[in-house]
């Protein structure tokens, strides 16, 4: 009787243990991540998660790891929510994001959608603004590493452009920063615009 | 030189024509950023800089040494490739000869001049290959690149490519092309080429190889030029 409350701490360990690892990793986003992540409607700084490319998902919960991904609100809330991930979590969690189903934000400008649209198919050659398209998919799913932008807010297409340009993300390496840094405002206003419209 | 910037200006008013109202977005957009001073204008002007604008352009998608990058789409490796092929599909791209969305808006925008000097510079270009395919087949493509497939009256690749598959002419570098744009090329080769019947061009050449390698002889000759130097 003396050690029944370790019997119930053990049983209780190894229930968790046996859980399914997409159990467990459900568990821990619905605790943890969707605060911030889930749901949210109108203006959010994080951006969707739900059928984003899991092995994006993980390439970003190491950079926030390794520091890497620098912008103010990753080091305000990511650096510290990933600090402790181990590896098998980060692969849980991205699974188990991707694949919840999509859904399009379309909080953008409808009035720039067909611009957006225009430009995220077949770039600005003449201001060598390259076609988005080329590399994010035709219905901007995403493929490998590279991220689904379908789903994604407005405000945080927008921001994340931006800070492109601001030299933040810089680590992601070629070729986002150089082509981010191209676009002007009312470039930015219309792929973001469009994109949040895109399932 | 004049019935050449005359070929051009009807690619371009084609181009209009065939894009309708889709195409004025871009031109409106165009507009306002010529509108903003400072802006648009702040890269540096003149032939050179426009050149090394135009170069930063292509080598954000082909890579940042032209190595290729694998995108949703396999984006080919363009450094050490022969100018005069890199001449011909642009060219065949603004005609509609060679269907691709993406690169007929880019193809139509270039000058003949800017054409040939970014040409010239990717021709200069030799980062290692990136590569993709899968080792254990490089041996049987490396059996089919240099000697053929008697059997299938498949001629060797090396013939015309080159033993060290770095073309010649207008006939393309293949050492070190992305794996899948090579297994993608191969196998829709009548699709995308040679696509005005009635002015067949040198992609007729490879039509019908292209159509007598099987799937599994594709795959082992991407896999042998994805590694090739």
Not at chain 2, 7 to 18: T, W
């Amino acid at each position: 009787m003396r050690y029944g409350w370790l019997k119930i701490a053990i049983l209780a360990a190894a229930c968790a243990a046996a859980l399914a690892p997409e159990l467990r990793a459900e568990a821990l986003a619905v605790r943890n991540c969707n605060w911030c992540h889930g749901g949210a409607k109108g203006y959010s700084p994080a951006p969707r998660l739900a059928g984003q490319r899991p092995l994006y998902i993980e390439k970003e919960l190491l950079s926030f790891r390794w520091h890497t991904r620098d912008n103010p609100f990753s080091r305000q809330y990511m650096w510290g929510a990933a600090a402790n991930l181990s590896p098998e979590t980060a692969r849980d969690l991205a699974m188990y994001f991707s694949a919840q189903p999509t859904k399009a934000a379309s909080d953008g400008d409808p009035g720039l959608a067909a611009m957006g649209e225009n430009i995220y198919q077949q770039g600005l050659p003449e201001e060598n603004i390259v076609a988005c398209v080329a590399c994010h998919g035709p219905n901007a799913e995403g493929v490998g590493s590279i991220p689904r932008l379908s789903g994604l807010s407005f405000a945080y297409l927008r921001r994340r452009l931006e800070q492109w340009a601001e030299g933040y993300h810089a680590a992601a390496g070629p070729p986002m920063p150089s082509i981010a840094s191209k676009l002007p405002p009312e470039v930015v206003a219309a792929l973001a615009s469009y994109l949040s419209f895109v399932k | 030189m004049d019935a050449e910037i005359t070929r051009l200006k009807s690619y371009r008013s084609s181009a209009a024509f065939r894009l309708g109202p889709r195409s004025v977005l871009p031109a409106i957009v165009i507009a306002a950023l010529c509108a903003v001073p400072g802006r648009a204008g702040a890269m540096e002007r003149g032939p050179r800089g426009d050149v090394q604008a135009k170069l930063g352009y292509c080598m954000d998608c082909h890579g940042l040494s032209a190595e290729g990058y694998h995108g949703y789409y396999p984006i080919p490796r363009l450094a050490g490739q022969q100018p005069e092929y890199l001449e011909n599909q642009l060219r065949a791209f603004a005609e509609h000869r060679r269907t691709n969305n993406i690169m007929f808006n880019v193809a139509h925008s270039l000058s003949p001049s800017m054409v040939a000097s970014l040409a010239a510079h990717f021709k200069g270009l030799n980062p290692g290959p990136i590569g993709g395919g899968p080792h254990d087949r490089v041996g049987q493509g490396r059996a089919i690149f240099q000697d053929g497939v008697p059997d299938s009256n498949i001629a060797a690749c090396s013939a015309c490519h080159g033993p060290e598959a770095t073309g010649y002419g207008e006939i393309p570098r293949l050492a070190g092309q992305l794996y899948p744009y090579l297994i993608n090329k191969l196998t829709n080769w009548d699709k995308e080429r040679g696509q005005i019947r009635s002015r067949p061009d040198t992609s007729a050449i490879m039509s019908p190889i292209a159509h007598s390698l099987n799937r599994s002889q594709i795959e082992a000759v991407a896999a042998y030029l994805s590694y090739q130097r």
